[in-house]
T-cell receptor, first 109, second 115 residues
Framework: RKEVEQDPGPFNVPEGATVAFNCTYSNSASQSFFWYRQDCRKEPKLLMSVYSSGNEDGRFTAQLNRASQYISLLIRDSKLSDSATYLCVPARGGQNFVFGPGTRLSVLP | DAGVIQSPRHEVTEMGQEVTLRCKPISGHDYLFWYRQTMMRGLELLIYFNNNVPIDDSGMPEDRFSAKMPNASFSTLKIQPSEPRDSAVYFC?????????????FGNGTRLTVT
């Protein structure tokens, strides 16, 4: 079993739709959690950190369920510019960041 | 505020040649990471440093790969001799603090093609 699992997609959604991505991680020692987005042929960029109580940043909401070892990302009112690959990243002791394979999103006009 | 700076952006070389990739982390960041990304394997951690000391190099594929960090503002990843299967995008990233609470900041990457 891979340490971080994500549905690779692609998720093809119309503009304005709400879309949700899920991620599961296997290492219970993971302490911090992040979502990154990566545009084609670019570097990954931090989208948001994920806190235990859940957190929101504009149209983006992240949730963490430590008991189920599950992270989610919800995007509301999706824009064309949201088209990218979304990477789930749990980090455990020290600075050990483990990148998931990513979920590809295409927002269609 | 300058981000992580990598050079070169693109490198095309022939099999058997030595390749050196360079990275300047964000000033004040004490952790530096080298990643490799391919379509087949995704983003893989090769090695990371803390305060210029290599901490975990278990991701380095084989002895052809070596990495150094002679000071807090510079690191190199060297492949000698290079092979076609080394073709990938190599990213350098940095962060500060312990415990994994601070996110990684990536450079633009070096796209390596070995023919």
């Amino acid at each position: 079993r891979k340490e971080v699992e994500q549905d690779p997609g692609p998720f093809n959604v119309p503009e304005g739709a709400t879309v949700a991505f899920n991620c599961t991680y296997s290492n219970s020692a993971s302490q911090s959690f992040f979502w990154y987005r990566q545009d084609c042929r670019k570097e990954p960029k931090l989208l948001m950190s994920v806190y235990s109580s859940g957190n929101e940043d504009g149209r983006f909401t992240a949730q963490l369920n430590r008991a189920s070892q599950y992270i989610s990302l919800l995007i509301r009112d999706s824009k064309l510019s949201d088209s990218a690959t979304y990477l789930c990243v749990p980090a455990r002791g020290g600075q050990n960041f483990v990148f998931g394979p990513g979920t590809r999103l295409s927002v269609l006009p | 505020d300058a981000g992580v700076i990598q050079s070169p952006r693109h490198e095309v070389t022939e099999m058997g040649q030595e390749v050196t990739l360079r990275c300047k982390p964000i000033s004040g960041h004490d952790y530096l990471f080298w990643y490799r990304q391919t379509m087949m394997r995704g983003l893989e951690l090769l090695i990371y440093f803390n305060n210029n000391v290599p901490i975990d190099d278990s991701g380095m594929p084989e002895d052809r790969f070596s990495a150094k960090m002679p000071n807090a503002s510079f690191s190199t990843l060297k492949i000698q001799p290079s092979e076609p299967r080394d073709s990938a995008v190599y990213f350098c990233a940095s962060t500060q603090g312990a415990g994994g609470a601070s996110p990684l900041h990536f450079g633009n990457g070096t796209r390596l093609t070995v023919t």
